[in-house]
């Protein structure tokens, strides 16, 4: 005889309204998200995942066949919680305002112990509050809400027939970017996670494994070699990112791939830039302006501080079309197209047209032209990758030379410029910098030997090639220098869910804190995410 189950919370109602608030809130939330790991296009909010795998496991206590030895246990729960609520103010305040009204009345009234068949609809509202305020961010590692869910979560388990001392299993066998996973572990339940993709069972195995297994002391390790990596790598490739005589140091590149002039009788070298701002801070605006050479078939640069908006001109690319400053001329997007095509996207023959700088004990960004220190600079870096090229002994190519996914695949619009490898998307310096990184990576391996025998070398070993990938993300000739009122800093790649080409592109100087792409944010954007998912393990 098949035995019947209860309907589950989520099969009569949801706070959607509730929940939905705190998962748009979510998207501005970067520090210690588990979004900070890897990007992950389908990635889905930690509030609605947390919402649903409670309502999905806990059973509706006013449905008829709901186990009585569930709702004698959640009423204790949520009395023992209602109680605490009233009385401690902090956390009183991470409820919702109403619902810390119901909590009060509910204490008054002397909770929901030995309350009879007529009030267990008391009861289920007083769990999909409890579910709505712990949707909230703010809560999700707060002691009082992890308690009582896990409490929730193991009464429940036990009275629908599942051996006590077991936890329930949440299996997804698409999980991606794993938050259905980690949410099922912070609220008590068991996970298993699966996916088709490699990259998404990288950052399972890092969610669902690691950072369980082994909590801050995995968090201590990742920011301890991470500092390890970034020193040696500093040290290796701090002469190709040459600081200025009054020792500002580069923060970032600024490059423009060119096309020539179809126009009768010109054929000069036009730079494609889309805007012409540098910063457009109210009191420290900065701007290139153009200077045409017709005769020469070039166009020059000149950096300009405190520009007014009537003074800066349009960039030279609008719309994939290019417009020339020395005759007027626009070249049409198509055969834009087909000259960055002939060059696989143009990125080795771009120009060097401004330099991001920093100045010591000055606030702001500062900005110049570039000069011949820096041109060698990149010369010399292209030398050095190339002889490590010659010489690399591993059994895969040092920067990685496989092609791009066909043109048409969702998202992906550079196999149109010509770029058909991965390795299109990288100048020299910049390959040169991730295959530094990923050499000093492997080296952390060999000195972790006091750590294999658990496996925490491992676990270190990978979150922090997480970190590698997320210096190519900023580190690619597909970023861009982001110019608004409040923010001058390089932006990653995928600035939206797409491989789109980009005209101007920045390239980062990796370890300076004050550029958008360097090593020292990256591995701290990841420590406070692996000790704020740590919380769901400890049961």
């Known amino acids: 005889m098949t035995q019947e189950y209860p309907k589950r919370l989520i099969e009569v109602d949801l706070p959607i309204k509730r929940v939905s ?28 995942c947390r919402a649903v795998i409670c309502a999905s496991l806990w059973p509706d206590p006013a449905d008829q066949l709901c186990p009585q030895d569930f709702r004698d246990k959640a009423s204790k729960v949520i009395t023992d919680f209602a109680n605490a609520a009233v009385t401690d103010r902090a956390l009183g305040e991470s409820c919702d ?19 009879k068949e007529a009030h267990w609809n008391v009861l289920r509202f007083a769990l999909l509050d409890f579910i709505a305020d712990f949707a909230n961010w703010d809560n999700s590692t707060v002691k009082e809400y992890l308690d009582a869910s896990r409490a929730l979560t193991q009464a ?55 950072i369980p297994k082994y909590g801050q002391r995995l968090a201590d390790e990742v920011r301890k070699w991470g500092d390890w990596v970034r020193r040696e790598a500093d040290t290796e490739l701090a002469a190709f990112y040459p600081e200025d005589p009054d020792g500002a140091r580069p923060i970032a590149y600024l490059w423009a791939r060119t096309i020539q002039c179809e126009g009768p009788g010109c054929g000069a070298e036009v730079p494609l830039i889309r805007s012409l701002w540098l910063g457009k801070k109210p009191h420290n605006s900065w701007s290139v302006r153009l200077i045409p050479r017709p005769k020469l078939r070039r166009v020059d640069f000149e950096i300009v501080n405190g ?22 001329y626009t070249t049409p997007a198509a055969s834009v197209r087909r000259q960055l095509a002939a060059r696989n996207g143009g ?30 600079a990149v010369s010399e870096a292209e030398a050095l990758l190339h002889k490590k090229q010659v010489a690399n002994k591993l059994s895969f190519e040092l920067v990685p030379n496989e092609a791009l996914p ?4 969702l998202g992906f619009r550079v196999q149109l410029y010509g770029m058909s490898k991965w390795g299109h998307l990288f100048l020299p310096r910049q390959a040169l910098v991730l295959a530094t990184l990923c050499e000093k990576v492997r080296a ?20 922090l090639a997480l970190n590698v990938d997320k210096m190519a993300d900023y580190g690619s000739a597909l970023a861009s220098w982001s110019s608004p009122a409040s923010q001058e800093t390089v932006r990653g790649t995928f600035s939206r869910q797409a491989l789109a080409m980009v005209w101007d592109f920045a390239e980062a100087f990796p370890f300076v804190s004050s550029s958008g792409g360097n090593v020292r944010n990256s591995v701290e954007s990841r420590d406070p995410c692996v000790t704020h998912s740590t919380t769901p393990s400890c049961v």
Not at 29 to 37: A, E, Q
Not at 42 to 47: D, E, F, G, I, S
Not at 158 to 182: Q, Y
Request: charged share 20%; aromatic share 6%.
């Open 21 to 48: 608030a705190h998962a748009r809130r979510e998207k501005s939330i970067r520090h210690g998200h588990i979004s900070t790991l890897h990007i992950w296009w389908a990635r889905r909010p930690l509030a609605a």
């Open 97 to 115: 305002h109403q619902t810390w009204v119901k909590w009060q009345a509910l204490v008054k009234n002397g909770g929901l112990d030995g309350q």
């Open 156 to 210: 429940a388990h036990e009275a629908v027939g599942g051996d006590p001392g077991t936890r329930p299993l949440v299996a997804d066998p698409f999980a991606g970017g794993g938050a259905i996973p980690l949410e099922a572990l912070r609220v008590g339940a068991d996970a298993f996670a699966s996916d088709l993709n490699p990259l998404a069972v990288l950052l399972n195995k890092v969610v669902v494994e690691y």
């Open 307 to 328: 520009a007014k908006p009537k003074e800066v001109g349009i960039g030279t690319a609008v719309r994939g079309s290019a417009s020339c400053p020395c005759c007027g």
């Open 347 to 376: 990125s080795s023959t771009a120009r060097l047209f401004c330099v991001v700088t920093k100045r010591p004990a000055e606030q702001g960004r500062f900005y110049r032209l570039p000069t011949k220190r820096d041109l060698d």
């Open 406 to 409: 066909p043109q048409g695949t």
């Open 444 to 463: 952390v391996r060999h000195q972790l030997t006091s750590l294999e025998k658990d496996g925490l070398a491992e676990a270190v070993q990978v979150t």
